[in-house]
């Protein structure tokens, strides 16, 4: 950074609504399914009724006949497709449509175009199979699961840290625990729905499709197709929620594709909500043997993490294992193993905060066991053994405001006033249960490019090949631009999600913000060089037509790449090939995480045992605030589904024949809004110029990260009863 290091104050950026609000909240704003096209013909799915075996015969003859029906793709129909590639852009290498085999519950066994969305679907409706079915391997403990051990052998998993002799050390600590914990499957279910529409245009292909990135997005699909990716053009105008699972592609996109191309019109296929639960990934179940060691006044000695990780027989998807939860505490000694455990399913994928919000549930739920252990104050418990190193690399971190945050939210939230006896605190009817937790994301950041135009009259158009998928990107990118050009944010324009702009990473893993900015800051500085030239003395925009003249340029135009340390010299040359590098914070020369302290009130009638959530409340340190409103939209939400994956979300897979039982908004239980009591986001202010020029470290995935076994926590505190496997329903605690 040239400029001087900010105040923590000034590094908190203005609340500014979203640029795109007005055309979002108008219904102006077209999502990928909206765009509108002629001749557009409507594509449905087919999806299995088994979730293992071989299909002997598959009947589309009725389907074909229902009046309206343009086409049925299935078996035999898909020429030289490929199959997908399981790695970032897909989230499977299963090719539904290349053998007769089902894999899982739900599979795609054909896809029908008709001339309406309504015909097509109720020709789909019409199409029977006869299987071969075989007896199916659900989940954990189910006979015929295969376990294998993950470190080094797939992807998101290098390693399992380890440091130092934690059997020993266990042996020798004064106070140890030892526990289980499990969380179940989880379901994305964004707002808006999976969908595909293709269209073919003198051989080249444009595919509109909400993704989490349009270049991870379009190699895939030219792989798939045999086609060259600059043949492919993938526009992501709006996403509607993806938290993942719009991040990498699913088989249906070729197909739609190959149906689009077979009929020579554009196709568009939507997904229903409940193919959506088998079509596209999910959240793996997890499980975890925790074992904590500490002196008899509180410090930590040793920590071993066990988990084990659901996935497809295809695919060797992680989670990510306890790369992030072996450096939280100073543990002394660390002893972390993840297996995968495969099973007859479909291949999970990320979801929010993927590794970080099971294995910290873990960690943070054995942690309270600890502090009863003890005697101890669980808030006390943690800044004891707060560390400035990361204790697996010795590497210090860039920041870490931990205690920080324990220490206002104690105060904001009035802990001081809890008796930390279970079952002590109580309010009528209702018992009252008090519980906190750690949140930590690490800081990624990946490559990315962005150009920045300035125009005569003053405008500012960025343009990056990022995706707004609702966190408000294209806003915190123009106001970068905004702050670093000195124009106002009116006068800039930002346009992303469309392959055809310079490439961007895809939008996970919390990196968007802090790699985009960072693009965007390089470019206009560019810029700002250029103005100084012309005579600007602090390279902002003021007489730009004197600028101009003197430059001799009608506009001025910069590109830049921003590339952050730890990233391969051909780290751009792959991103332009659809290949996000994303540096992860535990691979930066110094640790780099956002932290936060989470605090929630349970209350538990002492009869019928209904569990409510009247209070969350969470301080987050995640350095440069680009917008305090859209950050705090971000750690809301995220709040609010930590409070939903605690006590309402799973998708129930029957154990006899591995089918998703909950596969619509009615049965998968999500929070209302009488569900949600008072939320309260604090944000603490941090400076940190180490991780990125932009200073950002990323909380999309920050919030909904702890607030498990905050609930958890809280749920002990008020009734005595520990729950060590998710979600925590009323049947629970009678
Ligand atoms: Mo996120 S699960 O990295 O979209």
Redesign the pocket.
């Given at each position: 950074m040239n400029a001087a290091t900010p105040r923590p104050r000034e590094n908190q950026g203005k609340p500014h609504a979203r640029i795109d609000a007005r055309l979002k909240v108008t219904g102006e704003a077209r999502y990928a399914a909206d765009i509108a096209l002629s001749n557009l013909a409507h594509a449905a799915l087919v999806t299995s009724d088994i979730a293992r075996g071989e299909v002997k015969s598959i009947f589309l003859e009725k389907a074909r006949a229902y009046p309206g029906v343009l086409d049925v793709i299935s078996y035999g129909d898909i020429g030289d497709l490929r199959k997908p590639r399981f790695s970032n852009s897909s989230y499977t290498s299963l090719g539904p449509l290349h053998q007769h085999t089902i894999c899982h519950d739900g599979q795609i066994m054909a896809l029908v175009v008709a001339e309406t969305p309504e015909a097509a679907e109720e020709a789909a409706s019409r199409v029977s199979a006869e299987y071969l079915p075989q007896a199916p391997t659900a989940d954990f403990g189910s006979a015929g699961t295969t376990e294998m051990d993950a470190a080094g052998k797939v992807a998101l998993l290098d390693e399992d840290p380890c440091v130092g002799d934690f059997s020993k050390a266990f042996e020798g600590a004064a106070v140890r625990i030892e526990a289980d914990y499990a969380t179940p499957t989880q379901t994305h279910n964004p707002i808006e729905l999976f969908s595909t529409t293709a269209a073919w245009n003198d051989g080249q292909l444009t595919i509109y499709e909400p993704t989490?990135s349009v270049y991870g997005f379009r190699a895939e699909i030219a792989h798939q197709l045999g086609m060259d990716a600059t043949d492919v053009r993938v526009i992501s105008p709006y996403v509607g929620g993806?938290?993942?699972?719009?991040?990498p592609s699913t088989p249906r996109s070729a197909l739609v594709s190959l149906a689009a191309r077979r009929l020579n019109r554009p196709v568009r296929c939507i997904v229903s909500r409940s193919q959506g639960f088998t079509t596209q990934p999910y959240r793996a179940a997890t499980r975890h043997h925790i074992k904590l060691g500490a002196t008899r006044d509180g410090r930590l000695r040793a920590y071993s993490h066990d988990a084990w990780e659901l996935t497809s027989r295809n695919d060797n998807y992680a989670v990510g294992g306890t790369d992030t939860t072996a450096r939280m505490y100073a543990y002394g000694t660390v002893a972390t193993r993840v297996r995968l455990v495969k099973a007859d399913r479909q291949t999970p994928?990320?979801?929010?905060?993927?590794p970080e919000l099971p294995y910290m549930f873990a960690l943070e739920s054995a942690l309270d066991e600890l502090a009863y252990a003890l005697n101890m104050d669980p808030v006390k418990l943690r800044l004891l053994n707060d560390t400035r190193k990361d204790p697996i690399s010795g590497k210090r971190f860039s920041s870490r405001h931990l205690k920080e945050c324990y220490l206002k939210g104690a105060r904001a939230f009035g802990w001081k006033r809890r008796d930390p006896r279970p079952g002590s605190m109580r309010k009528g009817d209702w018992l009252v249960g008090l519980g906190c937790a750690t949140a930590v994301y690490p800081t990624n950041v990946a490559v990315a490019t962005a150009r920045v135009r300035l125009e005569a009259n003053g405008h500012v158009r960025v343009q990056s090949g990022s995706q707004e998928?609702g966190t408000g990107i294209r806003t915190v990118a123009a106001q970068m631009a905004a702050e670093q050009l000195g124009v106002d944010l009116a006068d800039v324009s930002v346009e992303m999600g469309d392959s055809g702009l310079p490439p961007a990473p895809?939008?996970?893993?919390?990196n968007s913000t802090a790699s985009v900015c960072s693009a965007v800051l390089k470019a206009c500085e560019k810029i700002r060089a250029r103005l100084r030239h012309a005579g600007s003395a602090d390279g902002k925009v003021k007489h730009l037509a004197q600028l101009f003249e003197k430059l001799g340029v009608g506009v001025l135009e910069e590109y830049a790449e921003f590339i952050p340390d730890g990233a391969p010299a051909d780290a751009v040359q792959k991103l332009y090939a659809g290949q996000t590098t994303m540096v992860s914070g535990s691979e930066r020369k110094q640790a780099m995480f956002a932290f936060g302290a989470e605090f929630v009130e349970v209350r538990i009638h002492a009869r019928t045992r209904e569990i409510r959530v009247p209070r969350l409340l969470g301080v987050f340190a995640a350095g440069r605030i680009m917008n305090t409103r859209t950050a705090r939209s971000q750690l809301l939400g995220g709040l609010i589904w930590g409070m939903s994956a605690a006590l309402h979300e799973a998708t129930e897979i029957d154990p006899r024949s591995a089918r998703t039982v909950n596969r619509d908004l009615q049965d998968y239980l999500i929070p209302v809004n009488a569900d949600v009591g008072d939320v309260e986001v604090l944000m603490l202010p941090e400076v940190d110029t180490a991780v990125n020029p932009a200073g950002v470290k990323g909380l999309?995935?920050l919030g909904n990260v702890g607030t498990n076994a905050a609930i958890a926590n809280a749920v002990f505190h008020a009734t005595g009863t520990r729950v060590r496997a998710l979600p925590i329903r009323l049947e629970d605690l009678l």
């Amino acid at each position: 950074m040239n400029a001087a290091t900010p105040r923590p104050r000034e590094n908190q950026g203005k609340p500014h609504a979203r640029i795109d609000a007005r055309l979002k909240v108008t219904g102006e704003a077209r999502y990928a399914a909206d765009i509108a096209l002629s001749n557009l013909a409507h594509a449905a799915l087919v999806t299995s009724d088994i979730a293992r075996g071989e299909v002997k015969s598959i009947f589309l003859e009725k389907a074909r006949a229902y009046p309206g029906v343009l086409d049925v793709i299935s078996y035999g129909d898909i020429g030289d497709l490929r199959k997908p590639r399981f790695s970032n852009s897909s989230y499977t290498s299963l090719g539904p449509l290349h053998q007769h085999t089902i894999c899982h519950d739900g599979q795609i066994m054909a896809l029908v175009v008709a001339e309406t969305p309504e015909a097509a679907e109720e020709a789909a409706s019409r199409v029977s199979a006869e299987y071969l079915p075989q007896a199916p391997t659900a989940d954990f403990g189910s006979a015929g699961t295969t376990e294998m051990d993950a470190a080094g052998k797939v992807a998101l998993l290098d390693e399992d840290p380890c440091v130092g002799d934690f059997s020993k050390a266990f042996e020798g600590a004064a106070v140890r625990i030892e526990a289980d914990y499990a969380t179940p499957t989880q379901t994305h279910n964004p707002i808006e729905l999976f969908s595909t529409t293709a269209a073919w245009n003198d051989g080249q292909l444009t595919i509109y499709e909400p993704t989490q990135s349009v270049y991870g997005f379009r190699a895939e699909i030219a792989h798939q197709l045999g086609m060259d990716a600059t043949d492919v053009r993938v526009i992501s105008p709006y996403v509607g929620g993806g938290f993942g699972s719009k991040g990498p592609s699913t088989p249906r996109s070729a197909l739609v594709s190959l149906a689009a191309r077979r009929l020579n019109r554009p196709v568009r296929c939507i997904v229903s909500r409940s193919q959506g639960f088998t079509t596209q990934p999910y959240r793996a179940a997890t499980r975890h043997h925790i074992k904590l060691g500490a002196t008899r006044d509180g410090r930590l000695r040793a920590y071993s993490h066990d988990a084990w990780e659901l996935t497809s027989r295809n695919d060797n998807y992680a989670v990510g294992g306890t790369d992030t939860t072996a450096r939280m505490y100073a543990y002394g000694t660390v002893a972390t193993r993840v297996r995968l455990v495969k099973a007859d399913r479909q291949t999970p994928a990320y979801m929010r905060s993927p590794p970080e919000l099971p294995y910290m549930f873990a960690l943070e739920s054995a942690l309270d066991e600890l502090a009863y252990a003890l005697n101890m104050d669980p808030v006390k418990l943690r800044l004891l053994n707060d560390t400035r190193k990361d204790p697996i690399s010795g590497k210090r971190f860039s920041s870490r405001h931990l205690k920080e945050c324990y220490l206002k939210g104690a105060r904001a939230f009035g802990w001081k006033r809890r008796d930390p006896r279970p079952g002590s605190m109580r309010k009528g009817d209702w018992l009252v249960g008090l519980g906190c937790a750690t949140a930590v994301y690490p800081t990624n950041v990946a490559v990315a490019t962005a150009r920045v135009r300035l125009e005569a009259n003053g405008h500012v158009r960025v343009q990056s090949g990022s995706q707004e998928i609702g966190t408000g990107i294209r806003t915190v990118a123009a106001q970068m631009a905004a702050e670093q050009l000195g124009v106002d944010l009116a006068d800039v324009s930002v346009e992303m999600g469309d392959s055809g702009l310079p490439p961007a990473p895809v939008s996970g893993g919390s990196n968007s913000t802090a790699s985009v900015c960072s693009a965007v800051l390089k470019a206009c500085e560019k810029i700002r060089a250029r103005l100084r030239h012309a005579g600007s003395a602090d390279g902002k925009v003021k007489h730009l037509a004197q600028l101009f003249e003197k430059l001799g340029v009608g506009v001025l135009e910069e590109y830049a790449e921003f590339i952050p340390d730890g990233a391969p010299a051909d780290a751009v040359q792959k991103l332009y090939a659809g290949q996000t590098t994303m540096v992860s914070g535990s691979e930066r020369k110094q640790a780099m995480f956002a932290f936060g302290a989470e605090f929630v009130e349970v209350r538990i009638h002492a009869r019928t045992r209904e569990i409510r959530v009247p209070r969350l409340l969470g301080v987050f340190a995640a350095g440069r605030i680009m917008n305090t409103r859209t950050a705090r939209s971000q750690l809301l939400g995220g709040l609010i589904w930590g409070m939903s994956a605690a006590l309402h979300e799973a998708t129930e897979i029957d154990p006899r024949s591995a089918r998703t039982v909950n596969r619509d908004l009615q049965d998968y239980l999500i929070p209302v809004n009488a569900d949600v009591g008072d939320v309260e986001v604090l944000m603490l202010p941090e400076v940190d110029t180490a991780v990125n020029p932009a200073g950002v470290k990323g909380l999309g995935e920050l919030g909904n990260v702890g607030t498990n076994a905050a609930i958890a926590n809280a749920v002990f505190h008020a009734t005595g009863t520990r729950v060590r496997a998710l979600p925590i329903r009323l049947e629970d605690l009678l």
